[in-house]
Protein backbone atom coordinates (compact mmCIF):
# COMPACT_ATOMS: atom_id res chain seq x y z
CA UNK A 1 0.00 0.00 0.00
CA UNK A 2 1.18 3.45 -0.96
CA UNK A 3 -0.11 5.08 1.90
CA UNK A 4 2.65 3.29 4.11
CA UNK A 5 5.53 6.03 3.16
CA UNK A 6 3.68 8.54 4.26
CA UNK A 7 2.21 6.90 7.80
CA UNK A 8 2.32 9.50 10.52
CA UNK A 9 3.20 6.84 12.93
CA UNK A 10 6.98 7.68 11.70
CA UNK A 11 8.03 9.11 15.35
CA UNK A 12 11.60 9.21 15.60
CA UNK A 13 13.61 6.67 17.80
CA UNK A 14 9.92 4.42 17.70
CA UNK A 15 10.58 1.54 18.85
CA UNK A 16 7.46 -0.88 20.46
CA UNK A 17 9.29 -3.92 22.36
CA UNK A 18 7.43 -5.95 24.91
CA UNK A 19 10.27 -5.23 27.74
CA UNK A 20 10.73 -1.45 27.12
CA UNK A 21 6.69 -1.70 27.82
CA UNK A 22 7.47 -3.29 31.03
CA UNK A 23 9.75 -1.34 31.73
CA UNK A 24 7.62 1.79 31.67
CA UNK A 25 4.45 0.14 33.25
CA UNK A 26 7.20 -0.49 36.05
CA UNK A 27 7.55 2.59 36.78
CA UNK A 28 4.54 3.64 36.74
CA UNK A 29 2.55 1.55 38.83
CA UNK A 30 6.00 2.28 41.01
CA UNK A 31 5.43 6.03 40.86
CA UNK A 32 1.49 5.28 41.28
CA UNK A 33 2.36 3.39 44.80
CA UNK A 34 4.72 5.78 46.26
CA UNK A 35 2.45 8.43 45.57
CA UNK A 36 -0.90 7.07 47.28
CA UNK A 37 -0.08 8.36 50.74
CA UNK A 38 -2.68 5.84 52.56
CA UNK A 39 -1.82 2.91 50.96
CA UNK A 40 2.08 3.73 51.83
CA UNK A 41 0.93 4.40 55.24
CA UNK A 42 -0.50 1.19 56.05
CA UNK A 43 2.58 -0.81 53.98
CA UNK A 44 4.82 1.24 56.63
CA UNK A 45 2.61 1.54 59.97
CA UNK A 46 0.32 -2.11 59.68
CA UNK A 47 3.56 -3.78 60.25
CA UNK A 48 4.63 -2.16 62.90
CA UNK A 49 1.18 -2.37 65.02
CA UNK A 50 1.00 -5.78 63.92
CA UNK A 51 4.34 -6.70 65.73
CA UNK A 52 4.23 -4.82 68.51
CA UNK A 53 0.32 -6.27 69.19
CA UNK A 54 1.22 -10.07 69.37
CA UNK A 55 4.47 -9.41 71.17
CA UNK A 56 3.08 -7.18 73.94
CA UNK A 57 -0.47 -8.21 74.21
CA UNK A 58 -0.94 -11.55 73.49
CA UNK A 59 2.64 -12.61 73.61
CA UNK A 60 2.88 -13.60 77.41
CA UNK A 61 -0.28 -15.82 77.14
CA UNK A 62 1.40 -17.90 74.29
CA UNK A 63 3.74 -20.32 75.18
CA UNK A 64 6.66 -21.29 72.52
CA UNK A 65 9.93 -22.71 72.65
CA UNK A 66 11.48 -19.66 72.09
CA UNK A 67 11.47 -15.99 72.80
CA UNK A 68 7.86 -14.76 71.36
CA UNK A 69 9.31 -12.01 69.34
CA UNK A 70 11.74 -14.23 67.87
CA UNK A 71 8.69 -16.76 67.11
CA UNK A 72 6.04 -14.26 66.01
CA UNK A 73 8.89 -12.63 63.81
CA UNK A 74 7.98 -14.86 60.68
CA UNK A 75 4.67 -14.84 60.84
CA UNK A 76 4.12 -11.08 61.28
CA UNK A 77 6.04 -11.05 58.20
CA UNK A 78 4.34 -12.84 55.82
CA UNK A 79 1.19 -11.68 57.77
CA UNK A 80 2.39 -7.71 56.07
CA UNK A 81 3.86 -8.84 53.13
CA UNK A 82 0.64 -10.41 52.36
CA UNK A 83 -1.89 -7.71 53.56
CA UNK A 84 0.51 -5.28 51.03
CA UNK A 85 0.93 -7.34 48.18
CA UNK A 86 -2.62 -7.99 47.93
CA UNK A 87 -3.23 -4.26 47.74
CA UNK A 88 -2.29 -4.94 44.32
CA UNK A 89 -5.58 -5.69 43.46
CA UNK A 90 -6.94 -2.44 43.94
CA UNK A 91 -4.94 -0.99 41.83
CA UNK A 92 -5.59 -3.58 38.84
CA UNK A 93 -9.09 -2.59 39.76
CA UNK A 94 -8.74 0.87 39.68
CA UNK A 95 -6.82 0.78 36.07
CA UNK A 96 -9.58 -1.31 34.36
CA UNK A 97 -12.20 0.89 35.89
CA UNK A 98 -10.80 4.37 34.86
CA UNK A 99 -10.18 3.12 31.04
CA UNK A 100 -6.62 4.08 31.06
CA UNK A 101 -6.06 -0.17 30.07
CA UNK A 102 -8.58 0.34 26.91
CA UNK A 103 -5.81 3.56 26.06
CA UNK A 104 -3.14 1.02 26.63
CA UNK A 105 -4.92 -1.51 24.94
CA UNK A 106 -5.22 0.43 21.95
CA UNK A 107 -1.45 1.52 21.98
CA UNK A 108 -0.51 -2.42 21.53
CA UNK A 109 0.56 -2.63 25.21
CA UNK A 110 -0.01 -5.79 27.02
CA UNK A 111 -1.96 -6.95 29.62
CA UNK A 112 1.05 -8.68 30.40
CA UNK A 113 3.16 -5.49 30.58
CA UNK A 114 0.53 -3.86 32.83
CA UNK A 115 -0.34 -6.63 35.28
CA UNK A 116 3.74 -6.77 35.96
CA UNK A 117 4.24 -2.96 36.63
CA UNK A 118 1.53 -3.41 39.37
CA UNK A 119 3.01 -6.57 41.09
CA UNK A 120 6.68 -5.00 40.79
CA UNK A 121 5.47 -2.36 42.73
CA UNK A 122 4.03 -4.35 45.09
CA UNK A 123 7.45 -5.69 44.87
CA UNK A 124 8.80 -2.50 45.75
CA UNK A 125 6.06 -1.88 48.68
CA UNK A 126 6.81 -4.78 50.94
CA UNK A 127 10.50 -3.99 50.65
CA UNK A 128 9.69 -1.34 52.42
CA UNK A 129 7.16 -2.73 54.73
CA UNK A 130 9.80 -5.39 55.34
CA UNK A 131 12.63 -2.84 56.30
CA UNK A 132 10.22 -1.38 58.95
CA UNK A 133 9.12 -4.62 60.54
CA UNK A 134 12.64 -5.73 61.16
CA UNK A 135 13.56 -2.78 62.53
CA UNK A 136 10.95 -2.48 64.88
CA UNK A 137 11.36 -6.28 65.34
CA UNK A 138 15.32 -5.80 66.47
CA UNK A 139 14.35 -2.78 68.46
CA UNK A 140 12.21 -4.70 70.83
CA UNK A 141 14.39 -7.81 71.32
CA UNK A 142 14.20 -9.90 67.98
CA UNK A 143 17.59 -11.52 67.89
CA UNK A 144 18.25 -13.53 64.91
CA UNK A 145 20.81 -16.31 64.78
CA UNK A 146 21.60 -15.93 60.62
CA UNK A 147 24.41 -15.79 58.44
CA UNK A 148 24.65 -13.84 55.19
CA UNK A 149 23.52 -16.83 53.16
CA UNK A 150 20.49 -17.68 55.56
CA UNK A 151 19.68 -13.80 55.29
CA UNK A 152 19.28 -14.13 51.40
CA UNK A 153 17.53 -17.04 51.54
CA UNK A 154 15.21 -15.47 53.60
CA UNK A 155 15.06 -12.55 51.33
CA UNK A 156 14.06 -15.47 48.64
CA UNK A 157 11.35 -17.01 50.23
CA UNK A 158 9.03 -13.82 51.07
CA UNK A 159 9.94 -12.25 47.62
CA UNK A 160 8.58 -15.10 46.14
CA UNK A 161 5.86 -15.33 48.53
CA UNK A 162 5.31 -11.94 47.92
CA UNK A 163 5.12 -12.92 43.70
CA UNK A 164 2.53 -14.96 44.36
CA UNK A 165 0.36 -13.00 46.49
CA UNK A 166 0.31 -10.46 44.37
CA UNK A 167 0.06 -12.08 40.72
CA UNK A 168 -3.31 -14.01 43.02
CA UNK A 169 -4.12 -10.26 43.89
CA UNK A 170 -4.00 -9.17 40.18
CA UNK A 171 -6.39 -12.03 39.18
CA UNK A 172 -8.85 -10.96 42.15
CA UNK A 173 -8.59 -7.33 40.94
CA UNK A 174 -9.51 -8.74 37.33
CA UNK A 175 -12.64 -11.05 38.88
CA UNK A 176 -13.45 -7.48 41.24
CA UNK A 177 -16.34 -4.74 39.67
CA UNK A 178 -14.60 -1.73 41.90
CA UNK A 179 -12.00 -0.89 44.59
CA UNK A 180 -14.00 -1.84 47.52
CA UNK A 181 -14.29 -5.08 46.52
CA UNK A 182 -10.75 -5.69 45.23
CA UNK A 183 -9.87 -4.63 48.91
CA UNK A 184 -11.54 -7.57 50.26
CA UNK A 185 -9.11 -9.53 48.90
CA UNK A 186 -6.38 -8.25 51.40
CA UNK A 187 -8.46 -8.98 54.80
CA UNK A 188 -8.84 -12.93 53.11
CA UNK A 189 -5.12 -12.50 53.20
CA UNK A 190 -5.00 -10.94 56.41
CA UNK A 191 -6.51 -14.11 57.91
CA UNK A 192 -4.43 -16.37 56.11
CA UNK A 193 -1.85 -16.98 58.60
CA UNK A 194 -3.53 -17.11 61.39
CA UNK A 195 -4.21 -20.80 61.04
CA UNK A 196 -0.77 -21.99 60.66
CA UNK A 197 2.02 -22.06 62.86
CA UNK A 198 2.69 -18.28 62.23
CA UNK A 199 1.11 -17.23 66.32
CA UNK A 200 0.68 -20.08 67.88
CA UNK A 201 2.17 -23.70 67.54
CA UNK A 202 -0.28 -25.80 65.63
CA UNK A 203 -0.36 -28.82 68.38
CA UNK A 204 -2.44 -26.36 70.53
CA UNK A 205 -4.80 -26.20 67.57
CA UNK A 206 -8.06 -28.56 67.78
CA UNK A 207 -8.01 -32.09 65.92
CA UNK A 208 -9.79 -30.60 62.47
CA UNK A 209 -7.77 -27.97 62.03
CA UNK A 210 -4.31 -29.53 62.32
CA UNK A 211 -3.90 -30.49 59.01
CA UNK A 212 -5.53 -27.62 56.97
CA UNK A 213 -3.31 -25.63 59.34
CA UNK A 214 -0.07 -28.05 58.42
CA UNK A 215 -0.44 -28.26 54.95
CA UNK A 216 -1.80 -24.51 53.92
CA UNK A 217 0.66 -22.84 52.03
CA UNK A 218 1.49 -20.74 54.71
CA UNK A 219 2.69 -22.51 56.90
CA UNK A 220 6.10 -24.23 55.35
CA UNK A 221 6.67 -20.40 54.30
CA UNK A 222 6.84 -18.94 57.92
CA UNK A 223 8.79 -22.44 59.07
CA UNK A 224 11.13 -21.98 56.18
CA UNK A 225 11.88 -18.53 57.59
CA UNK A 226 11.68 -19.49 61.54
CA UNK A 227 14.59 -22.06 59.91
CA UNK A 228 16.81 -19.50 58.48
CA UNK A 229 16.33 -16.90 60.88
CA UNK A 230 16.64 -18.09 64.26
CA UNK A 231 17.96 -21.45 63.67
CA UNK A 232 14.39 -23.46 64.50
CA UNK A 233 14.01 -26.44 62.63
CA UNK A 234 12.00 -25.75 59.37
CA UNK A 235 14.44 -25.60 56.65
CA UNK A 236 13.67 -29.13 55.66
CA UNK A 237 10.22 -27.52 54.25
CA UNK A 238 12.19 -24.75 51.89
CA UNK A 239 11.60 -26.82 48.97
CA UNK A 240 7.58 -27.32 50.18
CA UNK A 241 7.20 -23.54 50.24
CA UNK A 242 9.09 -22.81 46.91
CA UNK A 243 6.97 -25.67 45.20
CA UNK A 244 3.80 -23.67 46.49
CA UNK A 245 4.79 -20.25 45.65
CA UNK A 246 6.10 -20.85 42.48
CA UNK A 247 2.37 -23.00 42.13
CA UNK A 248 0.65 -20.15 42.53
CA UNK A 249 2.66 -17.92 40.28
CA UNK A 250 2.59 -19.89 37.45
CA UNK A 251 -0.83 -20.65 37.89
CA UNK A 252 -2.06 -16.72 38.64
CA UNK A 253 -0.33 -15.56 35.98
CA UNK A 254 -2.50 -18.24 33.52
CA UNK A 255 -5.22 -17.61 35.01
CA UNK A 256 -4.51 -13.53 34.65
CA UNK A 257 -3.85 -13.84 31.05
CA UNK A 258 -7.11 -15.33 30.39
CA UNK A 259 -9.28 -13.24 32.62
CA UNK A 260 -7.66 -10.01 31.11
CA UNK A 261 -8.46 -11.20 27.80
CA UNK A 262 -12.15 -11.87 29.10
CA UNK A 263 -12.31 -8.34 30.58
CA UNK A 264 -10.82 -6.43 27.96
CA UNK A 265 -13.38 -8.17 25.51
CA UNK B 1 -11.05 3.72 -3.51
CA UNK B 2 -9.20 2.32 -0.10
CA UNK B 3 -6.71 4.80 -0.25
CA UNK B 4 -9.11 7.87 0.28
CA UNK B 5 -11.26 6.55 2.48
CA UNK B 6 -9.41 6.46 6.53
CA UNK B 7 -12.54 4.45 7.82
CA UNK B 8 -14.48 2.07 5.87
CA UNK B 9 -17.01 -0.18 7.92
CA UNK B 10 -19.40 -2.62 5.95
CA UNK B 11 -22.00 -4.95 7.61
CA UNK B 12 -20.93 -4.55 10.85
CA UNK B 13 -23.09 -6.17 13.91
CA UNK B 14 -22.43 -7.01 17.68
CA UNK B 15 -24.32 -8.47 20.21
CA UNK B 16 -23.74 -8.55 23.85
CA UNK B 17 -25.98 -11.73 24.63
CA UNK B 18 -28.93 -11.94 24.21
CA UNK B 19 -29.01 -7.55 23.46
CA UNK B 20 -28.15 -6.75 19.89
CA UNK B 21 -26.46 -3.42 19.99
CA UNK B 22 -25.31 -3.05 16.20
CA UNK B 23 -27.17 -4.38 13.52
CA UNK B 24 -25.43 -3.79 10.39
CA UNK B 25 -24.06 -0.75 10.71
CA UNK B 26 -21.98 0.66 7.48
CA UNK B 27 -20.33 3.98 6.65
CA UNK B 28 -17.22 5.34 5.24
CA UNK B 29 -14.55 8.60 6.35
CA UNK B 30 -13.15 10.64 4.17
CA UNK B 31 -9.27 10.94 5.34
CA UNK B 32 -8.65 14.34 6.84
CA UNK B 33 -12.40 14.81 7.87
CA UNK B 34 -13.97 15.25 11.06
CA UNK B 35 -17.26 12.56 11.00
CA UNK B 36 -19.65 12.57 13.76
CA UNK B 37 -21.44 9.44 14.88
CA UNK B 38 -24.55 10.81 16.41
CA UNK B 39 -26.86 9.44 18.64
CA UNK B 40 -29.07 8.97 21.91
CA UNK B 41 -27.34 7.05 24.77
CA UNK B 42 -27.69 3.26 23.96
CA UNK B 43 -27.43 3.92 20.46
CA UNK B 44 -24.17 2.00 19.67
CA UNK B 45 -21.62 4.72 19.62
CA UNK B 46 -18.68 3.72 22.04
CA UNK B 47 -19.36 -0.17 21.18
CA UNK B 48 -18.66 1.20 17.27
CA UNK B 49 -15.79 2.95 18.73
CA UNK B 50 -14.27 0.22 21.28
CA UNK B 51 -14.79 -2.24 17.66
CA UNK B 52 -12.84 0.58 15.68
CA UNK B 53 -10.25 1.07 18.33
CA UNK B 54 -9.40 -2.71 18.13
CA UNK B 55 -10.69 -3.31 21.64
CA UNK B 56 -13.59 -5.44 21.36
CA UNK B 57 -13.90 -7.61 17.79
CA UNK B 58 -17.59 -7.47 15.83
CA UNK B 59 -19.88 -10.78 15.42
CA UNK B 60 -20.00 -10.16 12.03
CA UNK B 61 -18.97 -7.56 9.53
CA UNK B 62 -15.75 -5.75 8.29
CA UNK B 63 -14.05 -2.69 9.07
CA UNK B 64 -10.59 -1.46 7.89
CA UNK B 65 -8.75 1.50 8.93
CA UNK B 66 -6.18 3.35 6.51
CA UNK B 67 -7.12 0.05 4.19
CA UNK B 68 -6.10 -2.21 6.66
CA UNK B 69 -8.15 -5.31 8.80
CA UNK B 70 -9.25 -4.42 12.05
CA UNK B 71 -8.95 -7.81 13.03
CA UNK B 72 -6.04 -9.06 10.55
CA UNK B 73 -4.27 -6.31 10.88
CA UNK B 74 -4.90 -5.27 13.91
CA UNK B 75 -0.87 -4.66 15.62
CA UNK B 76 -0.30 -2.13 12.68
CA UNK B 77 -3.94 -0.52 12.81
CA UNK B 78 -2.73 0.49 16.49
CA UNK B 79 -0.35 2.41 15.51
CA UNK B 80 -2.33 4.35 13.72
CA UNK B 81 -5.07 5.11 15.81
CA UNK B 82 -5.47 6.80 18.98
CA UNK B 83 -8.53 6.23 21.61
CA UNK B 84 -9.96 9.35 23.57
CA UNK B 85 -12.84 7.55 25.87
CA UNK B 86 -15.24 9.16 27.79
CA UNK B 87 -13.50 9.38 31.10
CA UNK B 88 -9.99 10.73 31.20
CA UNK B 89 -7.50 8.01 30.63
CA UNK B 90 -4.86 9.76 32.45
CA UNK B 91 -3.11 8.99 36.03
CA UNK B 92 -4.18 11.79 38.61
CA UNK B 93 -1.28 10.84 40.71
CA UNK B 94 1.11 11.21 38.01
CA UNK B 95 1.61 14.88 36.92
CA UNK B 96 0.93 16.09 33.11
CA UNK B 97 4.41 15.84 31.90
CA UNK B 98 5.13 12.74 33.76
CA UNK B 99 1.52 11.12 31.82
CA UNK B 100 2.47 12.37 29.05
CA UNK B 101 6.28 11.36 28.35
CA UNK B 102 4.97 7.89 29.77
CA UNK B 103 3.16 7.79 27.03
CA UNK B 104 5.60 9.34 24.73
CA UNK B 105 7.79 6.07 25.98
CA UNK B 106 5.06 3.58 25.35
CA UNK B 107 5.20 5.02 21.73
CA UNK B 108 8.97 4.53 21.86
CA UNK B 109 10.40 7.79 21.87
CA UNK B 110 13.65 7.68 23.90
CA UNK B 111 14.44 9.65 27.28
CA UNK B 112 15.08 13.18 25.48
CA UNK B 113 12.47 12.76 22.66
CA UNK B 114 9.97 11.87 25.02
CA UNK B 115 10.47 14.69 27.13
CA UNK B 116 10.52 17.14 24.40
CA UNK B 117 7.27 15.71 23.09
CA UNK B 118 5.79 16.15 26.40
CA UNK B 119 7.04 19.94 26.05
CA UNK B 120 5.73 19.95 22.87
CA UNK B 121 2.13 18.69 23.48
CA UNK B 122 1.82 21.02 26.80
CA UNK B 123 2.52 24.16 25.26
CA UNK B 124 0.00 23.25 22.40
CA UNK B 125 -2.79 22.18 24.74
CA UNK B 126 -2.35 25.20 27.17
CA UNK B 127 -1.00 23.45 29.94
CA UNK B 128 2.78 24.54 30.25
CA UNK B 129 2.07 26.28 33.80
CA UNK B 130 0.21 23.04 35.34
CA UNK B 131 2.77 20.53 33.54
CA UNK B 132 4.27 19.77 36.91
CA UNK B 133 0.91 19.49 38.80
CA UNK B 134 -0.58 16.36 39.82
CA UNK B 135 -3.49 15.55 37.86
CA UNK B 136 -5.86 15.22 40.47
CA UNK B 137 -5.45 18.90 40.79
CA UNK B 138 -6.34 19.66 36.98
CA UNK B 139 -10.00 20.85 36.22
CA UNK B 140 -12.66 19.16 34.30
CA UNK B 141 -11.51 20.68 31.18
CA UNK B 142 -7.58 20.61 31.86
CA UNK B 143 -8.28 16.91 32.02
CA UNK B 144 -9.54 16.33 28.89
CA UNK B 145 -7.36 18.58 27.18
CA UNK B 146 -4.41 16.39 28.56
CA UNK B 147 -6.18 13.56 28.16
CA UNK B 148 -6.28 14.40 24.00
CA UNK B 149 -2.68 15.67 24.46
CA UNK B 150 -1.83 12.10 25.34
CA UNK B 151 -4.11 10.78 22.66
CA UNK B 152 -1.88 12.39 19.85
CA UNK B 153 1.51 11.78 21.22
CA UNK B 154 2.00 9.02 18.62
CA UNK B 155 1.26 11.12 16.15
CA UNK B 156 -1.73 8.86 15.14
CA UNK B 157 -3.58 9.21 11.48
CA UNK B 158 -7.01 8.48 12.83
CA UNK B 159 -8.14 9.77 16.29
CA UNK B 160 -11.29 8.01 17.74
CA UNK B 161 -13.07 10.41 20.11
CA UNK B 162 -16.30 9.20 22.23
CA UNK B 163 -17.90 11.81 23.29
CA UNK B 164 -14.97 14.43 23.97
CA UNK B 165 -17.38 17.18 25.84
CA UNK B 166 -19.57 15.56 27.42
CA UNK B 167 -19.69 16.63 31.46
CA UNK B 168 -17.88 20.09 30.21
CA UNK B 169 -19.14 23.25 30.68
CA UNK B 170 -19.80 25.89 27.74
CA UNK B 171 -15.97 27.41 28.34
CA UNK B 172 -14.15 23.77 27.92
CA UNK B 173 -16.46 22.75 25.51
CA UNK B 174 -15.86 25.94 23.29
CA UNK B 175 -12.06 25.12 23.85
CA UNK B 176 -12.48 22.12 22.93
CA UNK B 177 -13.96 22.46 19.90
CA UNK B 178 -11.47 24.41 19.01
CA UNK B 179 -8.84 21.79 19.60
CA UNK B 180 -10.74 19.27 17.28
CA UNK B 181 -10.98 21.90 14.78
CA UNK B 182 -7.31 22.39 14.91
CA UNK B 183 -6.06 18.76 14.53
CA UNK B 184 -7.68 18.82 10.78
CA UNK B 185 -5.14 20.77 9.82
CA UNK B 186 -2.50 18.76 10.46
CA UNK B 187 -4.14 15.94 8.31
CA UNK B 188 -5.36 13.31 10.34
CA UNK B 189 -8.95 11.98 10.45
CA UNK B 190 -11.07 12.64 13.52
CA UNK B 191 -13.84 10.35 14.20
CA UNK B 192 -15.98 11.67 17.16
CA UNK B 193 -19.29 10.53 18.56
CA UNK B 194 -21.61 12.80 20.36
CA UNK B 195 -25.45 13.45 21.74
CA UNK B 196 -25.03 17.03 21.19
CA UNK B 197 -26.19 18.05 17.72
CA UNK B 198 -24.85 21.51 18.01
CA UNK B 199 -21.80 19.99 18.26
CA UNK B 200 -22.10 17.78 15.09
CA UNK B 201 -23.11 20.59 13.05
CA UNK B 202 -20.25 22.73 14.40
CA UNK B 203 -17.40 20.34 14.31
CA UNK B 204 -18.02 17.43 11.28
CA UNK B 205 -17.93 17.70 7.57
CA UNK B 206 -20.05 14.84 7.73
CA UNK B 207 -22.75 13.30 10.00
CA UNK B 208 -24.10 9.68 10.49
CA UNK B 209 -27.36 9.41 13.01
CA UNK B 210 -27.18 6.15 14.28
CA UNK B 211 -29.92 4.75 16.39
CA UNK B 212 -31.26 1.51 17.34
CA UNK B 213 -27.89 -0.21 16.09
CA UNK B 214 -28.36 1.14 12.54
CA UNK B 215 -26.96 4.06 10.49
CA UNK B 216 -30.67 5.79 9.51
CA UNK B 217 -28.94 8.69 7.66
CA UNK B 218 -25.85 10.13 6.59
CA UNK B 219 -24.37 13.11 4.86
CA UNK B 220 -23.40 17.14 5.41
CA UNK B 221 -25.13 18.70 8.31
CA UNK B 222 -26.54 20.78 6.09
CA UNK B 223 -27.78 17.71 3.65
CA UNK B 224 -29.48 16.04 7.02
CA UNK B 225 -31.44 19.22 7.79
CA UNK B 226 -33.09 19.62 4.05
CA UNK B 227 -34.08 16.30 4.65
CA UNK B 228 -36.71 17.74 6.93
CA UNK B 229 -36.91 20.73 4.51
CA UNK B 230 -35.58 23.81 4.47
CA UNK B 231 -37.85 25.87 6.68
CA UNK B 232 -39.77 24.84 9.43
CA UNK B 233 -43.40 26.66 10.67
CA UNK B 234 -43.16 26.53 14.46
CA UNK B 235 -46.83 26.90 15.82
CA UNK B 236 -47.42 27.82 19.44
CA UNK B 237 -51.32 26.75 20.22
CA UNK B 238 -53.26 28.07 23.17
CA UNK B 239 -53.83 24.89 25.41
CA UNK B 240 -54.02 21.28 25.33
CA UNK B 241 -56.49 20.63 23.48
CA UNK B 242 -55.76 22.83 20.87
CA UNK B 243 -52.34 21.46 20.62
CA UNK B 244 -53.89 17.53 20.51
CA UNK B 245 -56.23 19.17 17.98
CA UNK B 246 -53.40 20.60 15.76
CA UNK B 247 -50.85 17.86 15.76
CA UNK B 248 -53.90 15.01 15.30
CA UNK B 249 -54.85 17.12 12.21
CA UNK B 250 -50.74 17.07 11.06
CA UNK B 251 -50.63 13.56 11.94
CA UNK B 252 -46.95 12.65 10.21
CA UNK B 253 -45.65 15.77 9.29
CA UNK B 254 -45.33 17.28 12.78
CA UNK B 255 -41.69 17.90 13.63
CA UNK B 256 -41.11 19.43 17.25
CA UNK B 257 -43.58 18.07 19.29
CA UNK B 258 -43.51 20.05 23.05
CA UNK B 259 -46.46 19.31 25.00
CA UNK B 260 -45.44 21.48 27.38
CA UNK B 261 -44.59 24.74 25.48
CA UNK B 262 -47.53 23.95 23.66
CA UNK B 263 -45.52 23.72 20.50
CA UNK B 264 -45.28 22.00 17.09
CA UNK B 265 -43.36 22.40 13.88
CA UNK B 266 -44.11 22.01 10.05
CA UNK B 267 -42.18 21.81 7.19
CA UNK B 268 -43.00 24.51 4.64
CA UNK B 269 -41.34 25.88 1.54
CA UNK B 270 -41.65 29.49 3.04
CA UNK B 271 -44.08 31.32 0.91
CA UNK B 272 -47.06 33.29 1.99
CA UNK B 273 -49.07 31.35 0.00
CA UNK B 274 -48.31 27.52 1.54
CA UNK B 275 -47.73 29.47 4.92
CA UNK B 276 -51.58 30.67 4.51
CA UNK B 277 -52.86 26.99 3.67
CA UNK B 278 -51.34 25.04 6.50
CA UNK B 279 -52.76 27.73 8.74
CA UNK B 280 -55.98 27.81 7.26
CA UNK B 281 -55.93 23.87 7.22
CA UNK B 282 -55.25 23.25 10.63
CA UNK B 283 -56.44 26.06 12.20
CA UNK B 284 -59.77 26.91 10.26
CA UNK B 285 -62.27 28.49 13.37
CA UNK B 286 -59.01 30.71 13.77
CA UNK B 287 -59.06 29.64 17.64
CA UNK B 288 -56.43 27.31 18.04
CA UNK B 289 -53.15 28.79 17.23
CA UNK B 290 -51.69 31.50 19.20
CA UNK B 291 -48.54 32.20 17.17
CA UNK B 292 -46.55 31.41 13.98
CA UNK B 293 -42.89 32.09 13.54
CA UNK B 294 -40.61 30.44 10.28
CA UNK B 295 -37.42 29.07 10.83
CA UNK B 296 -34.38 27.22 9.49
CA UNK B 297 -34.47 23.80 10.08
CA UNK B 298 -32.06 22.45 12.55
CA UNK B 299 -29.82 19.14 12.76
CA UNK B 300 -32.17 18.48 16.23
CA UNK B 301 -35.31 18.57 13.87
CA UNK B 302 -33.65 16.46 11.56
CA UNK B 303 -32.93 14.23 14.10
CA UNK B 304 -36.23 13.84 15.75
CA UNK B 305 -37.45 13.30 12.19
CA UNK B 306 -35.18 10.89 11.66
CA UNK B 307 -35.41 8.68 14.67
CA UNK B 308 -38.75 9.55 16.21
CA UNK B 309 -37.30 10.87 19.62
CA UNK B 310 -35.10 13.76 20.48
CA UNK B 311 -31.71 12.77 20.97
CA UNK B 312 -31.14 12.70 24.84
CA UNK B 313 -34.73 11.59 25.78
CA UNK B 314 -36.61 9.35 24.17
CA UNK B 315 -40.63 10.96 23.38
CA UNK B 316 -42.95 8.08 24.78
CA UNK B 317 -45.88 9.41 22.48
CA UNK B 318 -44.51 9.08 18.81
CA UNK B 319 -42.01 5.28 18.44
CA UNK B 320 -43.44 4.51 15.07
CA UNK B 321 -39.92 5.01 13.73
CA UNK B 322 -37.92 2.22 14.50
CA UNK B 323 -37.80 0.34 11.94
Known amino acids: ?265 | MTTDLAIEVAGLRKSFGELSVLSGVEFGVARGSVFALLGPNGSGKTTTVRILATLIRADAGHARIDGLDLVRDRHRVRRRISLTGQYAAIDGLQTGEENLRMMARLCGLRGGWARQRAAELLERFDLTGAGNRLVRTYSGGMRRRLDLAASLVGQPSVIFLDEPTTGLDVRSRQAMWEVVTSLTDSGVTVFLTTQYLEEADRLADRVAVLDGGRVLAEGTADELKERVAGQLLDLVTVDSAAFAAVTRALGDRAVALDRAALSVAVPTDGTAAHVRTLLDELDPGRQLLRRFSIRTATLDDAFIALTGHTATTPQPEKESARV
Open chain 1, 1 to 265: MSDLATSPAAVPGRAHSPVGDTLVMIRRAVRLSRRNIDALLTAVLLPAMIMLLFVYLFGGAIRTSTEYVNYALPGVLVLCTGFVSAQTAVAVTQDLQEGIVDRFRSMDIGGAAILAGHVAASVVRTVWAGVVMLAVALLIGFRPDANAFEWLAALGIVQLFVLAVSWLAAVFGLLSRTPEGANGFAFFLMFLPYPSSAFVPIETMPGWLRPIAEHQPVTPVIETLRGLLIGMPGTDRAGVAVLWCTGIVLAAVAVAAVLFRRRTS
